[in-house]
């Protein structure tokens, strides 16, 4: 991309964002896209913090910081390679198992509220998981789905 093309990218970028937060969503608009999607977004979900690293062997060691009383946040952002969600304590927020590869989510999904799991591998390395909270698809409401709906109709 040379420097009028990256340029250009951004000046559009800005444009976007000025003018979705100025697109009034409605109430009712949230009400009628929640009753039209809700098959569709409710999901058993759980949230979830995890540390990526590289090898076993690191994991282990990790593991071995955080029964000794380590700050999961701490650590995440002191040893995660996943730079997304690194500087948040390795906090991924609300997942469904489908969004996630199935080791990460068969291990998340298998964990108590609190507790963490011991090294899982996958396809990106050595994770580390902590379940902070479960909601089970039956009791999920439109609260629990407001901010996405918003950012979704905004979008569109």
Do not use: C
């Not at 040379?2 to 109430?27: C, F, G, H, W």
């Amino acid at each position: 991309m040379n420097r009028k093309d990256n340029r250009d990218y951004l000046m559009t970028r800005k444009l976007e964002n000025k003018m979705a937060t100025q697109i009034v969503i409605s109430e009712n608009d949230i009400e009628n896209y929640w009753e039209q999607a809700r098959p569709y977004l409710i999901r058993d979900m759980v949230k979830a913090k995890h540390i990526l690293v590289k090898t076993e062997v690191e994991a282990k060691e990790i593991e071995g910081k955080l029964k000794k009383g380590g700050k999961f946040e701490d650590l995440a952002k002191q040893y995660s390679q996943d730079t997304g969600t690194k500087d948040r304590g390795g906090d991924l927020g609300w997942i469904s198992k489908d969004k996630v590869v199935k080791e990460f989510g068969d291990a998340a999904f298998s964990l108590k509220v609190g507790k963490i799991s011991p090294p899982v591998k996958t396809q990106y390395g050595y994770h580390l998981i902590l379940v902070e909270g479960k909601k089970n698809k039956d009791d999920q409401t439109l609260e629990d789905h407001r901010e996405f709906i918003r950012n979704n109709l905004q979008q569109e």
